[in-house]
């Protein structure tokens, strides 16, 4: 993120439109892949701004 601010200069917007998905229905989904895809996609919300606001 320094490296896009020094070059682009600061964010004014973030979208964060980040997610997984596993590809499987819910009920066949094994258990990890539950929690990583609940990990992945609520924690990511936020690591972005928090990467952006130090810039």
Excluded: C, H
């Amino acid at each position: 993120m320094k490296v896009a601010a020094q070059e682009s200069g600061p964010v004014d917007i973030l979208i964060n439109n980040a997610g997984i998905v596993t590809g499987e229905y819910l009920l066949d989904a094994t258990d990890e892949a539950i929690e990583r895809t609940i990990q992945v996609n609520t924690l990511a919300l936020f690591g972005s701004p928090e990467l952006s606001w130090a810039t």
